[in-house]
């Protein structure tokens, strides 16, 4: 088995709710995330608003397949929330892929957790 990196952050009380809501600034954040990590991606990002029953329940899922793995994003704007993996099993830079996260959603908390295997 191939070494991997998982990075799944939880963003909390997001500043920049409207984000949270638009399929088009989320396809082009995966698409700039991809940039940052060095990236090369194999498919565009999928990105679809699913309207749930209970309005607090919808939000955004977003994915994009890379050439080392993957990169998904949840939102939950009704709950200024935002909920993100990427894996890897080529090395990236994690403190950098949060602070893009952290600039572009501004949560009031981060939930935070590395792992990797060998």
Do not use: Q
Request: proline share 3%; hydrophobic share 35%; net charge positive.
């Amino acid at each position: 088995m191939k070494d991997g990196t998982h990075l799944i952050l939880d963003l909390k009380d997001c500043k920049e709710i409207e984000k949270l809501s638009d399929e088009k600034f989320i396809k082009n954040f995966l698409l700039e995330l991809v940039k940052i990590i060095k990236m090369k991606p194999l498919t565009r990002p999928k990105v679809l608003y699913y309207e749930h029953r209970e309005k607090e329940e919808s939000g955004i899922t977003g994915f994009i397949i890379i050439s080392d793995s993957h990169v998904s994003v949840h939102t939950y704007p009704f709950k200024k929330a935002l909920y993100f993996d990427l894996f890897s099993c080529k090395k990236f830079d994690s403190e950098k892929v949060i602070k893009y996260l952290e600039e572009t959603f501004k949560p009031g908390k981060t939930i935070r957790k590395l792992l990797i295997t060998r």
